[in-house]
């Protein structure tokens, strides 16, 4: 059975709404966004739909940063996805060594500290996510909805894990949904946004960019590389789309 999972309300503020999309590690590449692009002010509410690490180079960067910015007052939030929660899983289940090598799979081994269990200020990040946040006019989640289900937002499986999922905007209680998770091509994305979708994809595979070859999706499509490799964002109220070309190496 599910765990019951942590939800948060946060209600408008008086400057912009941004949500970013999966930064799998992309440091630098957020902060050309951020601060290039998007000219990120205090006084925004920033949200990002889960996978902050793991793929790309530089997840303890990331991290790093996000926290130094929360402390300088930034208006960050942050929705669990699925690899945040493997990580705490992981790191609770595998002794040291092993969980040496999970990291080593996801490429991640920057957030090893002391006694080779993940830093304690990434530990608490990760606990303090949670894995739905509803605002007055989105619902926030990493990955899908089992709307079939009598209380959907109830499944934390479901919130991290699922795609391909019917979206209904009624049984949403008349809420888009913003995701991520699953990597999306940016004509869909755009799509979703310019009509008014039930739910809207914010993951354009921003770690594929330097892959070669075509990518199959759990869809059973293949799509050219080029067709992805962007941090997304997503300005709520103007309802502009931002798309960053990775530049991590």
Same mark, same amino acid.
């Given at each position: 059975m599910d765990a019951k999972p942590l939800r948060q309300f946060v209600p408008r503020g008086q400057s912009r709404r941004l949500v970013i999309g999966d930064v799998h590690g992309c440091a630098v590449t957020l902060e050309i966004l951020m601060f290039r692009?998007?000219?990120l002010q205090p006084s925004d509410q920033v949200f990002f739909i889960g996978d902050l690490v793991d793929k790309g180079p530089r997840s303890a960067q990331v991290l790093?940063?996000? @926290?130094?910015?929360l402390d300088k007052g930034y208006q960050l939030h942050f929705v669990r996805g699925n690899h945040e929660e493997n990580?705490?899983?992981a790191e609770r289940e595998y002794e040291p060594g092993y969980f040496w090598g999970? @990291?080593?799979r996801m490429g991640a081994l920057d957030l090893l500290g002391p006694g080779q269990r993940l830093r304690a200020e990434f530990r608490r990040l990760f606990e303090a996510m949670p894995h739905h946040i509803e605002l007055d006019d989105f619902h926030l989640l990493h990955a899908g909805l089992d709307l079939a289900k009598a209380w959907p937002f109830e499944a934390a499986s479901d919130l991290l894990e699922l795609r391909d999922w019917p979206a209904d905007l009624e049984k949403q209680g008349g809420k888009p949904v913003l995701y991520g998770h699953q990597p999306t091509t940016r004509p869909v994305i755009e799509r979703a946004v310019r009509e008014a979708h039930a739910k809207i994809p914010l993951d354009n595979g921003c770690?594929?960019?330097h892959k070669s070859r075509p990518l199959r999706m759990a869809s059973g499509d293949d799509f050219r590389a080029e067709d992805f490799g962007h941090l997304c964002a997503f300005e709520l109220d103007s309802r502009s789309l931002f798309f960053e070309p990775m530049v991590d190496s």
């Amino acid at each position: 059975m599910d765990a019951k999972p942590l939800r948060q309300f946060v209600p408008r503020g008086q400057s912009r709404r941004l949500v970013i999309g999966d930064v799998h590690g992309c440091a630098v590449t957020l902060e050309i966004l951020m601060f290039r692009t998007l000219d990120l002010q205090p006084s925004d509410q920033v949200f990002f739909i889960g996978d902050l690490v793991d793929k790309g180079p530089r997840s303890a960067q990331v991290l790093s940063r996000l @926290l130094a910015l929360l402390d300088k007052g930034y208006q960050l939030h942050f929705v669990r996805g699925n690899h945040e929660e493997n990580l705490l899983a992981a790191e609770r289940e595998y002794e040291p060594g092993y969980f040496w090598g999970y @990291l080593k799979r996801m490429g991640a081994l920057d957030l090893l500290g002391p006694g080779q269990r993940l830093r304690a200020e990434f530990r608490r990040l990760f606990e303090a996510m949670p894995h739905h946040i509803e605002l007055d006019d989105f619902h926030l989640l990493h990955a899908g909805l089992d709307l079939a289900k009598a209380w959907p937002f109830e499944a934390a499986s479901d919130l991290l894990e699922l795609r391909d999922w019917p979206a209904d905007l009624e049984k949403q209680g008349g809420k888009p949904v913003l995701y991520g998770h699953q990597p999306t091509t940016r004509p869909v994305i755009e799509r979703a946004v310019r009509e008014a979708h039930a739910k809207i994809p914010l993951d354009n595979g921003c770690v594929y960019r330097h892959k070669s070859r075509p990518l199959r999706m759990a869809s059973g499509d293949d799509f050219r590389a080029e067709d992805f490799g962007h941090l997304c964002a997503f300005e709520l109220d103007s309802r502009s789309l931002f798309f960053e070309p990775m530049v991590d190496s």
